[in-house]
């Protein structure tokens, strides 16, 4: 009687089951990372809009002149110019932030209780900041970008 020696290891059918089972694995997850990071893009256009705002409405308030045009170019400092009310050294924003990958962020003449400044880069709506309230261009809410 013979025997069949029995070698250890694996068939190539079963490994190439394991390699399909972890490529279905790693797509799944590159979706849900990629999902998270136009997410928090998201987030944090909304959160930079609304912190050029609150600069832009203590401006406002320290008596500043109207129709002066403030930058909110990336690295711009947004400061209380000579002719306010208030300390004309006191800086409000040292840096405004570099726009979230995929976004633009807009303003026009800032003007004593009246300005506007907007976030563009979502699937749907403009999350737009005026005379300190904001809110988003629609009913649903601004989505992610693509």
Known sequence: ???QKKEKGFTLIELLIVV???GLLATIVLVAVT????KAN????KAHITEISKALDMYVANGCPGNVNVSINAGATIA???????DPNDTLITA?????SGFTYTTGNVQ???????ATGFTSGTWTCTNGSCYCTVA?????SN
């Open 1 to 3: 009687m013979e025997h």
């Open 20 to 22: 399909a089972i972890i």
């Open 35 to 38: 999902r998270a990071r136009k």
């Open 42 to 45: 998201a987030t944090q256009a």
């Open 80 to 86: 209380t110019p000579s002719g306010c009310a208030t």
């Open 96 to 100: 405004v932030p570099t726009a979230a």
């Open 112 to 118: 004593p209780g009246s300005y506007t400044i907007r």
């Open 140 to 144: 649903n809410g601004c989505q992610e």
